[in-house]
């Protein structure tokens, strides 16, 4: 465990989170809505430092990224934990695990990581993408990790739904060289209740982000629920005021998670929002099809 960043302390013992914009106000001997950020007897740490739930070396293509540095590989870690309640969750197993529940979470520091990442340089490494579970919440081992590989060369990704406060993203953006950033559907309404979280703070991220770093945008589309044409034309005229470069990933839905009955998304779907989101930008890419 890790002292955690950005945490007030309250009445009772209570601290309260601003990491993300849940604010979670958290009882001692409990975590936010994350899972992985536990008051100890009034302080806040990160349970999730350094444990790692997956590893891979991945091509940059599945994170996906297809604007840069096309046809490398990155090294791909994750833990435990997220900060949304999607129903549709992709990756659920790894992201809803908790500490006590896997079998198969083993330590690394920063240093023994960076290691790694620079021992695959030969294998076509380019450096570390913090994906498979929300990196955000990861945010104290993500950020020493990354100060490190910036320091030896090496690139650092993020693969997020960009739920994330103002300040610690605009204290990590000088370490992060790109991002996937995941805005799941273009409807405050969806958000609320399929999410749990809020459209204009994951809009915020990608708006801040493109400024600092190359981003790239998915949408996982769901039948019946965020699969309308004038929903994905009004994400992708937000996305080409932002800037017409920005890369736009629409991506077909399988049933996961708690959302088994909805059905696989259409292949004619995807290709006629394709279409629609053409009109604005200029890098469309179709996922999963």
Sequence with gaps: MKLALYYNKIEDSKVQCYLCPHNCIIKPGSTGVCRARANMKGELYSLNYGKITAIALDPIGKKPLKNFHPGSMILSVGTFGCNLKCSFCQNWTIAHESFDESSDIFDVEPEKLVEKALELVPSGNIGIAYTYNEPSIWYEFVYDTAKLAREKGLRNVLVTNGFISREPLEELLPYIDAMNIDVKA???????????????????????????????????????????????????????????????????????????????????????????????????YLGNI
Excluded: Q
């Design 186 to 284: 273009y409807t405050s309404s969806f958000y609320s209740s399929i999410c749990r979280s809020s459209l204009d703070d994951v809009k915020r991220t990608v708006e801040i982000s493109a400024e600092k770093c190359h981003v790239e945008v998915t949408n996982l589309i769901i039948p019946g629920l965020n699969d309308s044409m004038e929903e994905i034309e009004e994400l992708a005229k937000w996305l080409a005021s932002v800037s017409h470069e920005i890369p736009l990933h629409l991506s077909r839905f399988f049933p996961r998670y708690k959302m088994r009955d909805v059905s696989p998304t259409p292949r004619e779907t995807l290709f006629e929002a394709k279409d629609v989101a053409e009109r604005y930008l200029k890098h469309v």
